[in-house]
């Protein structure tokens, strides 16, 4: 959760087609907007280097930059992304990434989002779920160990986006979770905080340096990571929490 630099893109105007579970609306892409700004701007204050990338309104979920790539301080791997509309989103960050790592890894095949993978000290936690497959989370495996990395594949919720839709790690021993992923006894090893019931989506909050981005929506999470002596720093997530996203989903980071 140390952290120096960041990626992110700048929403087009299409993020307002983006791909959701339930449709609850279209976000707008001036709510969008604002909400990403407010994203560089509290991660920059945490202290990190913001690269943005521009808009791709061929790709309008490409917002979230986490999802066709994953990076490590020693190198990074383009990924294959596990929905049709997104697959294109690899060969666009790809050029970005080549300038900034001197290893690049391509994943050969199989699916993979960098939603369903969470870093940890121990482990690369890989969850397998409707975007990410056992071929490509295998192969993920091997990449992973070329830099060094051991991969673990484990089981996301039934219905649950992401892996990370419902975990984040909140420091090295501790992660914040929902019940029914916690249940799945996933997390042996780790102190785990459980959002409060009907605050399931502000589970993947995100951890920079010294701070805590929780979602605003969710009060009571952000009182439990405070009570627990987290710095916490509330961020909206209302428009991009319509296409299914939360705080991990907008940056590559490292
Ligand atoms: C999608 O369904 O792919 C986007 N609407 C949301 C992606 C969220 N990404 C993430 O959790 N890493």
Same mark, same amino acid.
């Given at each position: 959760?140390?952290?120096?630099?960041?990626?992110?893109?700048?929403?087009?105007?299409?993020?307002?087609?983006?791909?959701?579970?339930?449709?609850?609306?279209? #976000? =707008?892409?001036?709510?969008?907007?604002?909400?990403?700004?407010?994203?560089?701007?509290?991660?920059?204050? /945490?202290?990190?280097?913001?690269?943005?990338?521009? #808009?791709?309104?061929?790709?309008?979920?490409?917002?979230?930059?986490?999802?066709?790539?994953?990076?490590? #301080?020693?190198?990074?791997?383009?990924?294959? *992304? &596990?929905? /049709?509309?997104?697959?294109?989103?690899?060969?666009?960050?790809? *050029?970005?990434?080549?300038?900034?790592?001197?290893?690049?890894?391509?994943?050969?095949?199989?699916?993979?989002? &960098?939603?369903?993978?969470?870093?940890?000290? %121990?482990?690369?936690?890989?969850?397998?779920?409707?975007?990410?497959?056992?071929?490509?989370?295998?192969?993920?495996?091997? +990449?992973?160990?070329?830099?060094?990395?051991?991969?673990?594949?484990?089981?996301?919720?039934?219905?649950?986006?992401?892996?990370?839709?419902? +975990?984040?790690?909140?420091?090295?021993?501790?992660?914040?979770?929902?019940?029914?992923?916690?249940?799945?006894?996933?997390?042996?090893?780790? %102190?785990?905080?459980?959002? *409060?019931?009907?605050?399931?989506?502000?589970?993947?909050?995100?951890?920079?340096?010294?701070?805590?981005?929780?979602?605003?929506?969710?009060?009571? =999470?952000?009182?439990?990571?405070?009570?627990?002596?987290?710095?916490?720093? *509330?961020?909206? =997530? =209302?428009?991009?929490?319509?296409?299914?996203? &939360?705080?991990? +989903?907008?940056?590559?980071?490292?």
């Amino acid at each position: 959760y140390r952290f120096d630099s960041f990626i992110v893109r700048t929403p087009s105007s299409s993020v307002v087609n983006g791909l959701r579970a339930d449709d609850r609306g279209n #976000p =707008t892409h001036a709510g969008v907007l604002t909400e990403h700004a407010a994203y560089i701007h509290a991660v920059s204050q /945490a202290g990190v280097e913001v690269t943005v990338l521009p #808009p791709l309104e061929a790709f309008p979920d490409s917002i979230f930059v986490e999802d066709p790539a994953l990076v490590f #301080p020693e190198g990074a791997i383009l990924l294959r *992304p &596990g929905a /049709a509309t997104r697959a294109g989103e690899t060969a666009e960050i790809a *050029p970005v990434l080549k300038r900034l790592f001197s290893t690049v890894l391509d994943l050969p095949r199989g699916f993979a989002d &960098g939603g369903d993978v969470l870093t940890t000290q %121990k482990s690369v936690m890989i969850g397998l779920s409707a975007r990410t497959n056992r071929e490509g989370a295998e192969a993920l495996i091997e +990449c992973l160990a070329k830099l060094g990395r051991k991969g673990e594949i484990v089981e996301t919720p039934k219905d649950v986006l992401h892996f990370k839709t419902d +975990c984040s790690l909140l420091d090295e021993e501790t992660v914040l979770t929902t019940e029914r992923l916690e249940r799945s006894g996933v997390f042996k090893g780790f %102190k785990t905080l459980l959002v *409060p019931a009907g605050e399931e989506a502000a589970a993947n909050a995100l951890r920079v340096n010294d701070v805590v981005f929780v979602g605003s929506d969710y009060p009571r =999470t952000g009182e439990l990571l405070a009570s627990h002596g987290y710095k916490v720093v *509330p961020l909206k =997530t =209302t428009e991009i929490g319509k296409i299914d996203a &939360g705080l991990s +989903c907008m940056s590559l980071r490292w």
